[in-house]
């Protein structure tokens, strides 16, 4: 029998305004630079701070403890600004970087998260195209299955070079849920994820968002989060075969 997951912490982080957040009545917190020591933040990308700023705010949330805090860090394109920087000098006779090669990889992030929290957990970096978030949460999921910790699930991107996949990655976008199998204090219990072909009416300014800023594809889980107790189907990923998971909204205090 599959164990209930419970919502005890959520957080978005996004660099520029976005009227849909304002629209589904949720806030975005700013970068918090002051997460990060000063010689450790010039390193690191944008998707790197969004992500540990959202994640942070989470656990806050939640009150988990980061230190002994299994994570999930889900990215379709990870270091990907890096990643293309480092591929424009292969053909030149210009040295590598190796601070860039070092931060290239598609787990920089969930590292820096955990160099910065002196977590010795386990962590899981993934990926998936437009399913991200969706195999994100499956992942967080069932690990849940397995233990009674809680677990954290970061989603997240960065603009990307505009040459290499429009619309992906037109904006930033970072969101962290804490979850758990432990009902105290929790703001939700959602089931595991599952995909049906099924024929969907969703809002088109979040498909256009999920489309641009993959990360996105949360908003609909994040605004359930803010309504009234009760149930609700909410998508997972904006293209078929599309990824539900039921959710029952608890009262808030």
């Known amino acids: 029998m599959n164990k209930p997951v419970y919502i005890k912490g959520s957080a978005i982080c996004c660099p520029e305004p976005l009227a849909l957040l304002d629209a589904y009545q949720l806030s975005s917190l700013p970068v918090d630079k002051t997460l990060i020591p000063s010689t450790l933040r010039r390193r690191t990308s944008l998707a790197t701070r969004i992500a540990i700023t959202a994640a942070h705010s989470a656990c806050l949330q939640a009150a988990a403890d980061a230190t002994t805090l299994p994570s999930v ?57 437009d399913d991200t978030f969706a195999m994100g949460l499956l992942e967080a999921w069932a690990q849940l299955q397995l233990t009674n910790e809680n677990v954290l699930l970061v989603c997240y991107d960065e603009e990307w070079p505009q040459y290499l996949a429009p619309p992906i990655g037109q904006l930033a976008f970072a969101c962290a849920l804490v979850l758990s199998t432990n009902p105290s204090k929790a703001r939700a219990m959602i089931t595991k994820p599952k995909t049906e072909v099924v024929e969907c009416a969703f809002d088109p300014a979040w498909t256009t968002l999920a489309a641009a800023a993959p990360a996105a594809a949360a908003i609909p889980l994040l605004r359930a989060l803010q309504q009234t107790p009760g149930n609700i189907q909410v998508p997972l990923n904006s293209q078929k075969a599309i990824w539900f998971s039921h959710c029952e909204i608890f009262k808030h205090d």
């Open 73 to 129: 860090f889900a990215s379709l394109g990870g270091e990907i600004q890096v990643t293309d920087a480092l591929c424009r000098l292969l053909p030149t006779d210009e040295a590598l970087s190796p601070t860039q090669f070092h931060n290239s990889v598609h787990n920089t992030t969930a590292g820096y998260w955990g160099i910065l929290n002196h977590c010795q957990a386990p962590v899981t970096a993934i990926a998936a195209v």
